[in-house]
């Protein structure tokens, strides 16, 4: 198992090194490219081996779309298999983080939640991993309030730390009812750039494919690098009107 998981790890690096290069060359094939049409100078650094750029420009064509890369792979079996998603908590949690965990178990269909114990990380993602784990979440806390998660995407990321403000947990509401459990569609707003639409990814692969009458509507809503979420149920009044309702 440990050797079939460095062959994975290494053939994965290799995959990664050699787009960056090929990108790399891509990019210099472009700057030339532009220089020609436009009649300007070749710049400095590209003029010793702009000959052979020109030359292999003759055998590019626009034809590259959908090709996959090592950021398509992470994600290959999104929509095709639904994500096993696990929830832990740091080491020693109040009885608060531990009651966060369970509300998270709600918002994400099918996860599960498990006991941190002593365990270390590693351990915890080899167990992960064995039992075909797809994401892993660790939630973090400070004197009592939960302050970050980290998301992890088995086997090999990507990984990202959100950092927690103002949360409210449904505990510290009162008279609450339950919640839906069932897929949620999902709705991102703000996530435009290379980042966002990366960031957008981790957040949206931990959810399955809902089904097209599923009432459940969960949204992440960027701006200036702050992501609001927003959890709601709608019914069609009419055949023109939807009612929102604001879970908690």
Same mark, same amino acid.
């Given at each position: 198992m440990?050797r079939?998981?460095a ?12 787009e960056?290069a090929?990108?790399?060359a891509?990019?210099?094939k ?6 020609l049409e436009e009649?300007r100078?070749?710049?400095?650094? %590209?003029?010793?081996?702009?000959? /052979? %750029?020109?030359?292999? %420009?003759?055998f590019?064509?626009?034809?590259g ?15 095709v298999?639904?994500p096993? #998603?696990?929830?832990t908590?740091?080491?020693d ?7 966060f965990?369970?509300?998270l !178990?709600?918002?994400?269909?099918g /996860?599960?939640?498990?006991n941190?114990g ?8 080899r ?5 075909g784990?797809t994401?892993l ?6 004197r ?8 992890? =995407?088995?086997?090999f990321g990507?990984?990202?730390y ?5 949360? #409210?947990?449904?505990?510290?509401i009162?008279? %609450? ?8 569609h999902?709705?991102?707003h703000?996530f435009?750039?290379?980042?966002? !639409?990366?960031v ?5 692969y ?6 097209d009458d599923?009432?459940r509507?969960i949204?992440f ?9 927003? =959890? ?8 023109r009107?939807?009612e ?5």
């Open positions: 440990l079939r998981e062959r994975l790890r290494r053939e994965y690096l290799y995959r990664k090194a050699r960056e090929q990108r790399s891509q990019e210099r472009e700057k030339v490219r532009r220089a009649n100078l070749i710049p400095t650094e %590209l003029r010793r081996e702009a000959l /052979a %750029l020109q030359g292999s %420009l003759e590019d064509d626009a034809g779309e959908g090709v996959t890369n090592h950021v398509d792979d992470e994600y290959r079996w999104a929509g298999e639904d096993k #998603v696990m929830i908590t740091s080491r949690p109040s009885s608060r983080l531990k009651m965990a369970k509300e !178990k709600l918002v994400f269909p /996860a599960q939640r498990m941190r002593r365990h270390e990380v590693g351990a915890l993602v167990a992960c991993k064995a039992n784990v994401d979440l660790v939630v973090h806390e400070h009592g309030t939960p302050v970050g998660f980290i998301v992890s =995407h088995l086997p990507p990984t990202a959100f950092t927690l403000c103002n949360v #409210v947990m449904r505990h510290d009162p008279d %609450l009812g339950t919640m839906s459990e069932a897929k949620p999902l709705i991102t703000g435009s750039s290379r980042l966002g !639409k990366r957008s990814d981790i957040l949206r931990l959810f399955p494919v809902p089904k599923s009432h509507v949204t809503a960027n701006q200036d690098d702050y992501i609001s979420f927003r =959890h709601h149920v709608y019914r069609k009044t009419n055949h009107n939807v929102l309702t604001e879970c908690t």
